[in-house]
């Protein structure tokens, strides 16, 4: 696990937001590509709360240094935050572990930063790690389904278990 003790609060909010852009990249690909069209749903959900972090984070950062621009880098260590990495080769299972490791980070992520942060702006970084968590196991009855029938992410579901 890589420590955030030494880095800003500044600096981290700025990887959080990097990581809750890329997330909901990754998850707007993947739902651009799921023909099960529950799936595809969930991505879209999962894509629409990523994009929404990054609001709040944003917000949160205003709110804690006002009139300071937030600095986005253009990656994010993965030990620190992995990214979900999609391969031609990836299969849908791999796909969605990666994406539950992910979350599992950032979850772990929001709950170490909000010991960083005065209440009561540490609620924000306390509810995001629940978020996160939710979606973790959201990711991981797909990756069960995924893992027991082969074409889950290519087929209604209908198709899927007839």
Known sequence: M???ARKS????LGYAVRAEIDSNRSYARLASRAKNPLLREKFLVLAFEEKKHKEVLTKLFESLYQGEKIEVPDAVD???LP???LRPSSSLADILYQAMEAER???DFYLRLAKRVRP?????LEYLSKVEKSHYF????EYAMAQQ???YGERDIDKVVT
């Not at 009561?120 to 924000?124: G, S």
């Open 9 to 12: 609060v500044r600096r981290l």
């Open 78 to 80: 993965e030990k620190l």
């Open 83 to 85: 990214v979900v990495h």
């Open 138 to 141: 959201m990711l991981r009855s």
């Open 2 to 4: 890589v420590s955030i």
């Open 149 to 151: 029938f082969e074409d």
């Open 105 to 107: 980070s950032a979850q």
């Open 120 to 124: 009561p702006k540490r609620k924000i």
